[in-house]
Nanobody, 123 residues
Framework: QVQLVESGGGLVQAGGSLRLSCTAS????????MGWFRQAPGKQRELVAT???????NYADSVKARFTISRDNTKNTVYLQMGSLKPEDTAVYYC?????????????????WGQGTQVTVSS
């Protein structure tokens, strides 16, 4: 089992910044990928950014050049630095961990989610 605990959400004015943190505990592997997703009211959950164990990143087009994802493997923590925030960034932000467990021939995918943290951007 893996537990993910997010922090750092809150209310911010448009143009402001916030940093989200997510710390993983439990059966973590160094090869696990981590990421951030978000879900606005009435909309589907969408990818914000992901980062592999080696540090390769991927961003949604809507947040490129504004958000930066990073991780500290020594602390099992992933961060999302959000800048130039817009009202349309308002959502519940969820931390995600993906990996594989078990022997190579019988490995299974794992997929864990945090409880979510609210980010509200006022205009």
């Amino acid at each position: 089992q893996v537990q993910l605990v997010e922090s750092g959400g809150g209310l911010v004015q448009a143009g402001g910044s916030l940093r989200l943190s997510c710390t993983a505990s439990g059966s973590i592997a160094s090869s696990d990928a981590m990421g951030w997703f978000r879900q606005a009211p009435g909309k589907q959950r969408e990818l914000v950014a992901t980062i592999t164990s080696g540090g390769s990143t991927n961003y949604a087009d809507s947040v490129k050049a504004r958000f930066t994802i990073s991780r500290d493997n020594t602390k099992n923590t992933v961060y999302l630095q959000m800048g130039s925030l817009k009202p349309e960034d308002t959502a519940v932000y969820y931390c995600n961990l993906k990996g594989r467990r078990g022997p190579i021939l019988y490995a299974r995918d794992i997929d864990y989610w945090g409880q979510g943290t609210q980010v509200t951007v006022s205009s």
